[in-house]
């Protein structure tokens, strides 16, 4: 291409001279020649130029669009592309919607779509069982008792919990108590009795009197009992004693339905009612009334 110095318009390098030129000159002289448009340029280059150049214009208008307004296209038309899995050492592979499929991975799922089921043992396996608590607390049959003396015993019972018990004793020199919770006195004195099942535990307390006053005779030498009249509940017992003699004594209770009475005067309280316990020694009997409660 070359650039005419006279008008400034490039021109072909297949011409010797400017062609503009070479026109305005035969206008000058009135020749009727076929003017040439001022666009154009050149046989060749001045096309070639102006192609590329949209060319380049089109490709990066092309990529914008692509790079910000792929996927939307794509849905718009329906075309869409699978996706590489994410784990190719599994063997999983995309189905077509893009949902993992096979393979064996963690990312399995069962044909219901349930995610759950993932075919991990671990999300299946059951959970380790706790131990069950029970439901209600241990109870005693008394939260509070006496002893006559030493030697004298009483029953506990207990219920609720978990059904094993463990009985133990604060001070086992003032009283002791066995596996099945009968409480015996030891000495003078007041004690706790607790009993548990490992979860919950019920107090009960005892207090043992000291021993009678005993010897042959009395200070006015009469014979006489320990009690002329007591109550306690069913299920406890308690030991009825004749001071004033050291002779034997014959023991016996009137309605053996509310309470029985053992050869040594201990009297056991079996059901709520009245009765009379009687003691005979030396020609006399001495008497005792007997309430069971509940």
Not at 249 to 260: G, K, N, Q, R, Y
Request: net charge negative; proline share 5%; charged share 20%.
């Amino acid at each position: 291409m070359h650039k005419c110095e006279v008008c400034g318009e490039y021109y072909s390098d297949t011409y010797r001279r400017c062609p503009f030129c070479e026109e305005e000159e035969a206008l000058r002289r009135g020749k009727n020649v076929h003017r040439r448009s001022r666009d154009f340029r050149s046989r060749r280059g001045g096309h070639a130029i102006g192609v590329l150049v949209l060319l380049l214009v089109f490709v990066a208008a092309g990529l914008t669009v692509g790079r910000f307004f792929g996927d939307k296209i794509a849905d718009m038309v329906g075309i869409r592309t699978p996706l590489p899995p994410d784990d190719t050492s599994q063997g999983g592979q995309m189905d077509p919607d893009g949902a993992p499929n096979g393979g064996g991975g963690t990312g399995d799922s069962d044909p219901s779509g349930d995610p759950n089921l993932t075919g991990d043992p671990d999300d299946t396996a059951p959970e380790n069982p706790t131990e069950q608590k029970p439901d209600t607390a241990v109870v005693l049959s008394s939260a509070d008792f006496t002893l006559s003396t030493a030697g004298a015993f009483h029953p506990l019972t207990v219920t609720g919990g978990s059904g094993s018990y463990t009985w133990t004793s604060a001070n086992p020199a003032i009283a002791t108590v066995g596996e099945d919770g009968k409480v015996t006195g030891v000495a003078a004195g007041s004690t706790e009795i607790t009993v548990t099942d490992g979860y919950t535990s019920a107090v009960c307390i005892v207090r043992v009197k000291g021993a009678e006053s005993g010897g042959d005779t009395t200070a006015s030498g009469a014979v006489k009992l320990n009690k002329e009249d007591m109550t306690m509940p069913a299920g406890t017992t308690y030991q009825l004693k004749v001071s004033g003699t050291s002779s034997a004594v014959t023991w016996a209770i009137e309605d053996t339905s509310i309470a029985t009475i053992d050869g040594d005067g201990t009297v056991h309280f079996v059901k709520k009612g009245t009765t009379t316990a009687t003691a005979t020694v030396d020609g006399k009997t001495l008497k005792c009334i007997v309430r069971v409660k509940k």
